[in-house]
């Protein structure tokens, strides 16, 4: 828990530029990296007065995650409602395209995918525990997409955690192999994902 209240406007406005500033520190250097007196600086505010609201580097850390799982998971909400005009599959294809590019725009991907791939020992658990929350939701989202539209929709949830098979392999090789590996990796993948999903479960409309 932060340690202090919330008890002007000032002070929220304050973590949530430390926060912001935590996402990006993250995100470019690792836990390992981030530097605490950096974090501050970016926020405005001396290291010391850091310790004002969060206790230390882990916990600034844990919470920082809370919000950009939320955040991710608001991304992958709305990616697979507001495409009512696209087909099943163009929805799910450019899923793994919007991510590619939220990956180098957004620091809140790719701090997400670094944690989820690369915790900290310390904090494995903790951090998994996280990960594993935000994978659940997106699995529990992608399997109501797959039966709202899948020809056969007992086969949803094995749609879904085929598809987010791809995914993982997708951003892996992304975070290790940059943007021509994630496009080499998605278009071998992508039409055995088709072929399969359509041996189980019928068009994706």
């Known amino acids: 828990m932060i340690l202090t209240n919330v008890r002007k406007e000032g002070d929220s ?3 949530d530029k430390i926060k912001q500033a935590a996402v990006l520190h993250f995100s470019q250097k690792g836990y390992e990296g981030a530097s605490l007196a950096d974090i501050a600086a970016d926020a405005g505010i001396k290291k ?16 920082t995650i809370d919000d950009v799982v939320k955040a991710e998971i608001q ?14 599959e163009e929805i799910l294809y450019a899923l793994l395209g919007n991510f590619r590019n939220k990956f180098h725009t957004a620091n809140e991907t790719r701090f997400l995918l670094r944690i989820c791939f690369f915790p900290p020992e310390h904090l ?9 929350l935000y994978l659940d939701s997106f699995e529990s989202k992608l399997s109501a997409f797959m039966a709202q539209r899948l020809e056969k929709p007992q086969a949803a949830e094995e749609a879904a955690i085929a598809f987010l098979s791809v995914f993982d392999a997708a951003m892996l090789e992304l975070l290790y192999g940059g943007e021509k590996r994630f496009e080499r990796r998605v278009a071998a993948l992508w039409p055995f994902y088709l072929h399969g999903l359509h041996a189980l479960g019928g068009t994706l409309k």
Do not use: A, R, W
């Open 13 to 15: 406005m304050t973590i």
């Open 48 to 63: 010391q007065s850091l310790y004002t609201y969060f206790q230390s580097k882990d916990q600034l850390f844990l919470h």
């Open 75 to 88: 991304f992958i909400d709305s990616s697979l409602k507001n495409n009512s005009d696209s087909s099943g």
């Open 124 to 132: 494995h658990s903790s951090v998994m525990e996280k990960s594993y």
